[in-house]
């Protein structure tokens, strides 16, 4: 007979783990909470689905479990064989973005992915039950009890748990996953939102909305340089600041608030120039200040800048020495006034999650409790933003599907 694997949750890897599982010899149901499978992925990458990155470095990566652990995960599956599987296997043909380090459908549909994905699960024979949503698990004599919120009830000897985290509650992402995981006694570290927009009061920068360029920018805790931005995009939003060199270190200000600290200092250079080749292009080139500075970064951005040093009208040979050093300050150091974060409801994943420490990574079962398996952002994992955290719910999902299928009986 058949092993039966029951996954909670399809999602992203949540569908993977049933491919794997269906083709490794299992006969497999997914209990899906709403009406709709992949739905994360359906908004995923401005709905184009960035669907992996095209390198990858494990410093993408924050996890406060054994990085040793994490690395083991990633080397069940390398990026370019889970890029082949979704050519060769999936059918999802797909551009490079040679310089964000994107791969994204051909199509430009992240519906293509959700769909192929589909597709090849009940191919495979994966039964979907939708509007399941899973309220219990109980461990009775070996077998595993999973109970609906419908008052259904399935067992099995193994059971893979892919629900997600508490981004984006409203499409059914709300951390009911790791409620129900505690009661086994599986905990979670502190989550926290992560990849999500900073808010600010200000409203000159707030009217600078639609505004994106390149920047450099770096956050300091008590004064100490805890991290920089290696990607350069921002965008001035309607309450504040996102593009990838906010929302990657978006998590920063998440976490201060969540200790009830101070907010980091997130100084923004606006184009990478250097003092020196400010004070360089001021020193030798001729004109207004504001036309000068408006040459370099956007127009409505530079007048805001040279208002902010008290710059009007002078040119760049009349400039006194305290405007000039207010004026380099903001255009290579300039405070960005976050006042806080858009949290879960704007975030693309959830930072923390069940601790690798508490599952077998060679297989993803969780150590003390046989047959529970988890897999994707239920873990203690998450990227930057670029198709990584997708490659982790890919990556988790076939190990989980592959292993529980093949578990001994
Ligand atoms: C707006 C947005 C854009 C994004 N864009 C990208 C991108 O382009 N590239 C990238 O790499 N990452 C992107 N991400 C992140 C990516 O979507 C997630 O990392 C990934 O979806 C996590 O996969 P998962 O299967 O673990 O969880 P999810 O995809 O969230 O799936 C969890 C599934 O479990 C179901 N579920 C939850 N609770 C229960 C329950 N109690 N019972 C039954 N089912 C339940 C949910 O309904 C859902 O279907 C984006 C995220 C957001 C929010």
Redesign the pocket.
Known sequence: MKPRVVI????????TAAIFAAQSGAEVTI????D??????L????T?????PVRMEYSDYATSSSPNRMKNVFKSWSLDRCHMWFRDEIGLEMDCETESNKWFPKSNS?KEVRDLLVKAATDAGVKIEYK????RLDFEDGYWRIS?EDGGEICTDRVII????L??PT????G??HQ?LRRTGVNHTDLFAA?TPLTTKDPGLKSLAGISLNVRMSVFINRKKAAEANRSGFLFTHRGFSGPSVLDVSHYAVMQLDKNLPLPEFHVNWNGMSREEWEGLLSSEKGKVQNLVGKQLPARLAKLLCDRAGIGDENASELRKEKRKKLLKLLTEFPLPVDGHEGYR????TGGGVPLERLDTSTLEVTDLPGLYL????LDV??R?????????WV??RLAGISAAKRPA
């Open positions: 909670c949750g399809a999602g992203a890897a949540g569908l209990l899906e909470r709403t709709k499978a992949g739905k994360k992925i908004m995923s990458g401005g184009r689905c960035n669907v992996l992240a399941k949503n899973i309220s609906t892919a629900t997600g985290g981004s984006v499409i059914g992402t709300d009911k996953g129900v990849l704007k975030a693309e994943v897999c994707g952002e239920i998450f990227g933003i670029g198709g990584f955290n997708f490659y982790w719910a988790t999902g």
